[in-house]
């Protein structure tokens, strides 16, 4: 019998053993499992998905600061870097939120990367994510504040342009009436009375082409063109000037080069590279013009004679109202716009245009642009 009660106790002692084992080994498994969520939290439920579909910046913080999760977005304008926010003026806000509970929206400008001096405009919101987390939101607002600064600088330039021939125009008439008795004064001021108003009718004319060009409709409907025409058009636009100072123009190069686009504006484009290389080459020059087609662009290439332009003015010459001389300019009635409407007028057509020049050997602007597709009518067709 004792032996018998021996072996039902120790049975016993073990069964309670063993129930006191699992005990302790369940509650250790649930504390561990907390920790591993604390350590590493998952992001509350759709959320995750929101920010994978967001264009803009989102960012979901942790206690600890550390980006639980991140939209394309925010890796896309460098807010997010190894799991942190790079920016400490967000990492700021978001401790603030983190403090009061509080939202907070705010416009930053932050530094676009770790040297230079581009810079990034943001709009921020920063808020509560559930008890734990903090949700940012920004949304990337450089290319507006860019354009507000351009259209800043255009007016400008436009008050500083207009008002040379605005005031020219005012003492001439002036003059003009002064020297009412003095017919010879008279015809004098009236020339140069109609020169001015002829400056004045060319700035306004290439406002409002530069204006067209950078309309979303600009091209309209784009037609099948000949490349080698529409040179031949703005080389006719230039015939007189060209021979009134002794200049030939060449023209050469393919014939069968064709594009697609709007006729006036590639027109404009070439006739305002055409007229520079006019007003900027010595009488009794030389300019040539080549059009050719290589591997599906087609390239118009305008050379002169001229002074060339130093290297420090290449990549400024498409702004808005630059001119590499000055004084020569105004003498010659440029308006500064010709460059930015031929740079407009390309880049709308899907290409762009380059320059090459050295001081002393004369200037290249050449268009380049893509090569109309060949359209082919089905098998058993005629074209």
């Known amino acids: 019998m004792d032996s018998a009660w021996l072996v039902l106790l120790s049975l016993g002692l073990g069964l309670i053993v063993g129930a006191g084992f699992v005990w302790i080994l369940h509650i250790a498994e649930r ?34 600061n550390n980006v639980v999760k991140a939209s394309p977005g925010a890796h896309a304008i460098g807010l997010v870097w190894n799991g942190a ?15 009061t509970g509080e939202p907070i929206t705010a416009e930053c400008e932050l530094a676009r990367g770790p040297f ?11 808020a509560r994510l559930g008890s734990r987390y903090v949700l940012l939101l920004a949304e990337d607002r450089t290319e507006s504040f860019r354009l507000d600064s351009v259209r800043r600088d255009f007016v400008a330039n436009i008050s500083h342009e207009l008002k040379t021939p605005i005031g020219a125009v005012s003492l001439l008439a002036e003059a003009l009436d002064d020297a009412s008795d003095d017919p010879d004064q008279v015809r004098r001021f009236a020339l140069r009375l109609s020169e001015e108003a002829s400056r004045l ?15 979303t409709d600009a091209l309209g409907n784009a037609v099948l063109l000949s490349a080698h ?19 030939e123009i060449a023209l050469r190069g393919d014939k069968k080069a064709e594009i697609m686009g709007d006729e006036k504006l590639l027109v404009t484009a070439v006739d305002n590279l055409i007229s520079n290389a006019i007003q900027y080459s010595p009488d009794d020059s030389r300019i040539g013009i080549g059009v050719r087609d290589v591997d599906g662009v087609v390239e118009i290439a305008v050379t002169d004679q ?11 010459v498409f702004e808005r109202f630059f001119r590499v001389d000055q004084a020569r300019s105004r003498n010659t009635g440029g308006t500064g716009l010709g460059l930015s409407i031929v ?34 009518p089905p098998i058993g067709e005629n074209p």
């Not at 590493?40 to 960012?59: K, N, R, T, W």
């Not at 060319?202 to 409002?208: A, E, F, S, Y």
């Not at 001229?306 to 400024?316: M, Q, T, Y």
């Open 229 to 247: 025409k529409i040179v031949k058009a703005a080389v006719d636009q230039n015939r007189v000037a060209a021979e009134a100072r002794g200049i």
């Open 116 to 126: 230079g001096e581009a810079n990034i405009h943001l709009s921020v919101r920063v």
């Open 31 to 64: 504390r561990g499992t907390h920790a591993a969520q604390v350590v590493s939290p998952a992001v509350p439920d759709g959320v995750d998905a929101v920010l994978d579909a967001m264009e803009s910046a989102g960012v979901v913080l942790d206690p600890s």
């Open 306 to 316: 001229g002074e060339g332009i130093p290297e420090e003015d290449l990549d400024r």
């Open 201 to 215: 009718a060319r700035i306004t004319q290439d406002i409002i082409e530069l204006s067209r060009l950078q309309a």
């Open 85 to 99: 926010l790079v920016h400490p003026r967000l990492v700021e806000m978001v401790d603030s939120v983190r403090r």
């Open 343 to 376: 740079k407009h007028a390309v880049q709308n057509h899907g290409g762009e245009v380059r320059v090459w020049s050295q001081p002393g050997r004369g200037s290249t602007f050449t268009i380049r642009l893509p090569e109309a597709a060949v359209i082919r």
